[in-house]
């Protein structure tokens, strides 16, 4: 009997579905498919995106490792690359991403919101009259122009990040080599520095030297707070100054790579966890917060050396582990 590939008269009926039921164990048992058990198929699912399927403690380690090394000079996008390396886990993806960042964001913004605020109106009132006229907007502007070079540096070299992030051998030890090498750097920069200046004396020179520094943060292991804290520290400011500039330009800065993280992610077809994205919001930016007001209390009196010290042995071990 010749097989259609017309759907039957009674397709959906017990008695067709055993009267073929022997047909069809002869198609799968040759490696084949019967035509007419396409019409016994469900539509095809989209694929689930990773954080569809993160345990629990997948979770909050990576919102915990987020909160914390946002804004503390050990980078965060290395941390965040090698942490499900070295448990195990399936990388994240865009999607969980996105929500730590906004976390992080929520939290810098809470923490400086009163002097944002002032920021705010006095920039727009300086852009009014054509002239700065008090260190808020001052402050304001230069936050403005340190934010630049990111957008024409560090946003061409991103598709540097993706590529390295299909290798998980070459990304270990991208983030060994940046994370010892900017580790030093960072170490010479706290000895070096005269650290006598605050963020409001940078002038539009420091300001765009600390942004173009912050374009190298596209790699992986460099440290975006990391790499800006050893600029202003080259340029003589003090530990607490280069980290509140740091944490200030981090601001626009993550609003626009979030920005683009979630354009990417709206185009994409991929189920989200809501819940798990929710939770991963939430705990990074309690951990952020936290991080922030602790950090910017004890920097002056720590120095960057433990920071050093923690970027070397996090090197060596990669390094151990890889090669």
Known sequence: MPYSTKPPPHQFSSTYVFENWE??????????????????????????????TMEATHIILLSVVQGLTEFLPISS????????????????????????????LGAILLYFRGELAAMVVAGLEALKERRIRTPEAELAWLIVLASLPVVLLGLPLQ???????????????????????????LWIA??????????RSLGWKGALLVGCFQAIAVIPGTSRSGIMITAGLLLGLTRKAASRFSFLLAIPTILMAGGLETLQ?????????????????????????LTIRLFLDFIEKISMLPFVLYRFALGALILALVL
């Not at 942490?83 to 993806?93: I, V």
């Not at 598709?159 to 090498?181: C, F, K, Q, W, Y």
């Open 23 to 52: 047909q069809n164990e002869m198609f799968s048992l040759c490696g084949l498919e019967s035509p007419e058990m396409e019409f016994f198929k469900l539509p095809s699912m989209p694929n689930p995106s990773p954080e569809m």
């Open 77 to 104: 996008s290395g941390h965040l690359i090698l942490t499900p390396l070295l448990f195990g886990y399936e990388l994240q993806g865009l999607a969980f991403d996105v929500a730590v960042h906004l976390g992080t």
């Open 159 to 185: 598709p540097l990040l993706e590529l390295l992030r299909e290798d998980d051998r070459l990304i270990a030890l991208v983030i060994a080599g940046t994370t010892i090498s900017f580790g030093l750097l």
């Open 190 to 199: 706290d000895v070096r520095g005269s650290r006598s200046r605050d963020e």
């Open 265 to 289: 992610l709206v185009r994409s077809a991929a189920a989200v966890d809501w819940v798990a994205l929710g939770a991963g919001a939430f705990l990074s930016f309690v951990v952020a917060y």
